[in-house]
């Protein structure tokens, strides 16, 4: 494990230069009933971190797949700095697209030092080219110590550098990464993601990332494209889908939520847990409240709403509540800071704060 704290000594070499990439309306499919990709218009800025996020089956891999040249689209075009690379009358070969890709697995070859597998995609370079830039490029992350070792001694981390060495060292235009961090332990993840986003800053590469967890999303990109059942459900930073999602899809991808059922009334929806903001929303519409998990204040001696404390749990700096809230037949759940309830107090408060709640139409598959 040694390795994962040697990163002095970087070297800051960029790539060529950072790629516009362009998805235009594509579509995907394995077989007339089993669609894969709906109609995707998105794209990647040059130097920018694109993380791609959905739960699996969403579309997420194959996209990154027909950006690499593995798979090709049904309909649509894919662009590199306006210049098509894939679309109904042309495909570039993967290895003309100036594209890296990192795999989930890192892919190593166990028979190959270090150095060798770093300069397994320079085959355009002689052996003495090829290998200089190899050592550029596990410099870059911090490995070229072990350019002479085997994949075998590395730690998980230190493998997953020396895939983002080996796939950079062409230096691409593009680099492709599907969950490269989902085979570490959640230990390394934090240290092994920052370092991992040093990385792609100092090597100016536009980067698209694919992951299911919406935290790293978060961690690593500049922007975020949602994806559900092969449709871009939102893209923007961070922010923009945790504080506006644009469905109750998007808002519990990023948040644990409460749900209650309430109809617009004059610009409001009411609920057990109190009246909430609905303007916009017609009178009679049947909306969905989504109350995040994090939404309360709680108090033994005063608030909005009564409720008993059914359970707890601690889970460090917060607790988990289990709350029965007069006409709510499920328990509602809470997150709170430790030490804001005596651990034997029962009969509590609540008060929500409006900022953590999220309204949205009731769509017909919810009704």
Not at 20 to 48: C, K, M, N, Y
Not at 58 to 86: C, F, P, W
Not at 290 to 299: G, N, Q, T
């Amino acid at each position: 494990m040694q390795g994962d704290i040697h990163t002095a000594q970087r070297v800051t070499a960029g790539v060529t230069f950072a790629a516009r990439l362009s998805f235009e309306d594509i579509q995907h499919r394995f077989s007339p009933d089993a669609v894969t990709l709906r109609g995707i218009t998105l794209s990647a800025e040059p130097g920018e971190v694109l993380c791609l996020l959905g739960p699996s089956g969403s579309g997420k891999t194959t996209l990154l797949r027909i950006a690499a040249g593995i798979e090709t689209q049904t309909s649509g075009r894919v662009l590199l700095n306006e210049r098509e690379i894939a679309g109904p009358s042309v495909f570039v070969p993967p290895e003309k697209r100036s594209i890296g890709l990192v795999f989930q697995d890192f892919a190593l070859f166990p028979h190959l030092s270090i150095l060798d597998n770093v300069r397994f995609g320079l085959t355009a370079m002689s052996k003495p080219e090829g290998r200089k830039e190899a050592l550029i490029a596990l410099e870059r992350v911090g490995l070229a110590q072990y350019a002479n070792a085997y994949p075998h001694i590395l730690s998980g981390g230190e493998q997953q550098r020396v895939a983002l060495a080996r796939a950079m060292a062409p230096r691409p235009a593009v680099l492709l990464m599907d969950e490269p961090f989902s085979g570490l332990d959640s230990r390394l993840k934090d240290s092994v993601r920052a370092e991992t986003l040093a990385i792609l800053r100092q090597s100016r590469a536009t980067a698209i990332v694919v992951t299911h967890d919406a935290e790293e999303a978060m961690r690593l990109g500049d922007r975020i494209a949602l994806l559900n059942d092969g449709k871009l459900v939102q893209a923007g930073p961070a922010e923009q889908l945790y504080e506006r999602p644009a469905t109750l899809f998007a808002a519990g991808f990023f948040s644990e939520l409460n749900l209650f059922r309430a109809r617009a009334s004059g610009g409001y929806a009411d609920t057990p847990l109190g009246r909430f903001d609905a303007a916009g929303f017609a009178d009679g519409a049947r909306l969905d409240v989504a109350v995040r998990l994090s939404a309360f204040d709680v108090s033994e001696t005063e608030g909005a709403t009564e409720a008993r404390v059914l359970s707890r749990r601690f889970l460090g700096v917060v607790e988990l509540l289990e709350l029965a809230i007069p006409g709510v037949e499920e328990p509602v759940r809470a997150r709170v800071r430790i030490g804001e309830l005596p651990s034997r107090k029962r009969d509590i408060w609540v008060t929500v704060r409006p900022r953590d709640v999220l309204v949205f139409e009731t769509q017909a598959e919810n009704a």
